[in-house]
Structures are given as C-alpha cells and as structure tokens.
C-alpha cells in the first residue's frame, strides 16, 4: 500500500510539475502515467476526463483525486490530490520572491515564446486520443459535428451545449 501511495505521489508530483499549459495540456501526461502503472483502461480515462470537465476545478486535480481513490482508496486521492498541487505552489511561492526580476527577463520572454507551440501540440494530442477513443459511430460523429456547430456559430453558452449532448447521448446510446 505504501509503494503504491507512494507511485501516486510521484506519478501525478511529475503531472503537475511537467503540465504547462493548464489541464488540456496535461491531458496526455496523464495519458501516459496511467499507461505505464495500468491503474485505468482507456475507456475509464475518457470517462474521467469528461467528469473532470464538467466537474469544476482543474481536470489534473480533479482527475488525480478520482485515479488516487480508485487505486488506493481516501489515502491514494489525498496523495494524488495533493501531488498535483505541490508543484504549482512551490513555483507560484519561488515566482512570486523573484517576480520583480524575472518579468522583464529576455530568457524568461523568449522561454514562454517557446513554451507556447509546446502546448498547443500537447491539447491537439489529447483531443486526438479522446476523439479516437470517443468518436465511435456515425451517432457520435453527429454529436460531434452538432457540438461544434452550436459552439462556432450560435450563442449558446458552452454548459447547456453540454448537458444537449449529453441528453443526446443518452438517447442515443442509453
């Protein structure tokens, strides 16, 4: 149990260390992590990460607490939980000691310059592989492409789009 405990400080410790770029980003760190203890099955991870959505707060914290508690209970979701926060804290504290000096910083400017592609191909990878595990038939396409429609072209907000494709899917699959 205590091998375990300890797995899942270090394994989500390294998501919240590594996962610039907010919880999209962090999606495929996640991905791998779980790949590599065997803690969840695709199909549960997908889940996950739509809970985590519609849950609120950030989907790194909100999925370490759900994979920490299946894996080993209460213990393992604080562990988890708390793993995932430790590193931001940490870098928020050091940042904010130094924020006067490194705002300004040419290396600092040029670092998130970089950073940025970085990220936008962590979220296409995470949407990829939700959308390949996902996207299953011609309904779960039709879901997909009504979802973007509404999304670009009207004005309805993002959470009642959520909860029509979710009736949908309920229709449809339930």
Request: charged residues 10%; aromatic residues 10%; hydrophobic residues 55%.
């Given at each position: 149990?205590?091998k375990?405990l300890?797995d899942?400080?270090v394994?989500f410790?390294?998501?919240?260390?590594?996962g610039?770029?907010?919880?999209?980003?962090?999606?495929?760190l996640?991905?791998?992590?779980?790949?590599?203890?065997?803690?969840l099955?695709?199909?549960?991870f997908?889940?996950?990460?739509?809970?985590?959505?519609?849950?609120?707060?950030?989907?790194a914290i909100?999925?370490?607490?759900?994979?920490?508690?299946?894996?080993?209970?209460?213990?393992?979701?604080?562990?988890?939980?708390?793993?995932?926060?430790?590193?931001?804290?940490?870098?928020?504290?050091?940042?904010s000691?130094?924020y006067?000096?490194?705002?300004?910083?040419?290396?600092?400017?040029?670092l998130?310059?970089?950073?940025?592609?970085?990220?936008?191909a962590l979220?296409?990878?995470?949407?990829?592989?939700?959308?390949?595990t996902s996207?299953?038939?011609?309904?779960?396409?039709?879901?997909?492409?009504?979802v973007?429609?509404?999304?670009?072209?009207?004005?309805i907000?993002?959470?009642?789009v959520?909860?029509?494709?979710?009736v949908?899917?309920?229709?449809?699959?339930?």
């Amino acid at each position: 149990m205590l091998k375990t405990l300890l797995d899942l400080f270090v394994s989500f410790f390294k998501i919240g260390l590594f996962g610039f770029g907010g919880g999209y980003a962090m999606i495929s760190l996640i991905q791998n992590e779980l790949n590599n203890h065997g803690w969840l099955s695709m199909e549960e991870f997908v889940n996950i990460i739509a809970v985590a959505e519609m849950t609120p707060g950030p989907i790194a914290i909100n999925s370490g607490t759900y994979v920490g508690y299946k894996v080993s209970g209460l213990a393992g979701s604080v562990v988890a939980t708390l793993a995932v926060v430790v590193p931001s804290f940490i870098l928020v504290l050091l940042l904010s000691l130094f924020y006067d000096k490194v705002r300004r910083s040419d290396y600092i400017i040029k670092l998130l310059q970089y950073l940025r592609p970085i990220l936008i191909a962590l979220v296409l990878a995470a949407a990829v592989f939700v959308a390949r595990t996902s996207i299953i038939d011609f309904n779960s396409v039709l879901i997909v492409l009504v979802v973007l429609f509404l999304l670009h072209k009207t004005k309805i907000h993002p959470v009642m789009v959520i909860i029509l494709a979710g009736v949908s899917g309920a229709l449809l699959y339930g």
